[in-house]
C-alpha cells in the first residue's frame, strides 16, 4: 500500500517540485492571500495563520488516511477519485455521518469556489479594466466585475463537463506559477528596499522561467521546475529591486493610514 506506482518517476526531487509550491499555498494563491488584509490586527493575523496551518495538517492526516480506508474497504474500486462517494454509499458508514460530512464538502466547495471567482473578477474589473481603460471609478470596476463573474462560472462548468485527464497536471502547473508571486507578495510586507519594478521582473520572469522549464522537458541539473521556480523568483525580485529606486515615500504614507486604522485597546 505505501508502494508508490510507477517506476522511478517519484524521487525525491519530484516529491519536493510537487510539494514545495504548496507550502506557501496560503500566500501565493489569491483566494488565500487576499484574507490578509482581513484581521483587525496583527494578533488576528498571526492567529489566523496558525490555525490555517494546524487546520492543513490536520486535514492533511485525514485525506490520506480516508485514502488507506478505501483501499482496504474497496480495493476493487474503479477510479480513486470515487474513494469518497464509494465509502460515504457504504455499509461502513453510518448515513447521518455521511450526511454531515457532504455538507461539509459542499461547504468547503462553495466557499472556494466564491472566493476563486471573487478573486479573478476582481483582477479583472481593477488590474485588466482599470488599467487599460484608465477608468478608476469603483461603481464602474464593481460592475465589470459582476458582469465577469457569469462568464468565468460558464466557462469553469463547461471544462469541469468535459472532464479533462489534465486537470490533476494543470493544478500542479498553476502551484508552480504562483508561487512566482511569494517573493513579491513577502517583500511588501517586510522589505522596504523591495520595488515594483523588482515584482514585475520577478513574476514576469519567473514565468518565462517556469514555461521554458515545462517547454524543454521540466529539468535543470536534474531539479525539476518546482523546486527551482522559487530560487529564480527570489533573486529576480532582489536584484531587480536593488536595480530600482524604491518608492519610500509611499510606503510610509502607507504603513501610517494603515497603523491608524487598526482600532487600539484603551
Not at 526531487?13 to 514545495?20: D, I, Q, V
Not at 515594483?196 to 521546475?225: K, Q
Amino acid at each position: 500500500m505505501l508502494r508508490v506506482p510507477g517506476v522511478g518517476f517519484f524521487s525525491f526531487t519530484t516529491f519536493l517540485g510537487l510539494t514545495l509550491p504548496w507550502l506557501f499555498f496560503s500566500i501565493s494563491n489569491p483566494q488565500v492571500s487576499q484574507r490578509l488584509f482581513m484581521p483587525a490586527s496583527i494578533g488576528a493575523l498571526r492567529r489566523m495563520l496558525l490555525i490555517f496551518l494546524c487546520f492543513g495538517l490536520i486535514y492533511t492526516l485525514v485525506s490520506v488516511i480516508w485514502g488507506f480506508l478505501a483501499l482496504v474497504a474497496i480495493p476493487d474500486l474503479e477510479r480513486p477519485d470515487l474513494a469518497t462517494s464509494a465509502l460515504l454509499s457504504s455499509n461502513l458508514i453510518p448515513p447521518v455521518l455521511g450526511v454531515i460530512v457532504m455538507i461539509g464538502i459542499l461547504a468547503a466547495a462553495v466557499s472556494t469556489i466564491d472566493s476563486i471567482l471573487l478573486t479573478l473578477s476582481s483582477i479583472f474589473a481593477r488590474d485588466v479594466y482599470g488599467n487599460l481603460s484608465g477608468n478608476k471609478n469603483d461603481a464602474r470596476q464593481l460592475l465589470i466585475g459582476k458582469w465577469v463573474i457569469p462568464v468565468i462560472s460558464l466557462l469553469a462548468l463547461a471544462f469541469a463537463w468535459m472532464e479533462f485527464s489534465m486537470v490533476a497536471i494543470l493544478a500542479v502547473a498553476a502551484s508552480v506559477g504562483l508561487v512566482l508571486m511569494v517573493p513579491a507578495t513577502i517583500g511588501a510586507f517586510f522589505w522596504r528596499r523591495g520595488t515594483d519594478m523588482g515584482a514585475l521582473v520577478s513574476i514576469i520572469g519567473g514565468t518565462l522561467f517556469v514555461a521554458g522549464m515545462y517547454l524543454t522537458g521540466n529539468s535543470f541539473f536534474g531539479l525539476n521546475v518546482g523546486v527551482l521556480g522559487l530560487p529564480v523568483a527570489t533573486i529576480l525580485f532582489i536584484g531587480g529591486s536593488l536595480l530600482t529606486k524604491a518608492d519610500t515615500a509611499h510606503a510610509d504614507e502607507f504603513m501610517h493610514a494603515a497603523s491608524n486604522a487598526i482600532p487600539r485597546k484603551a
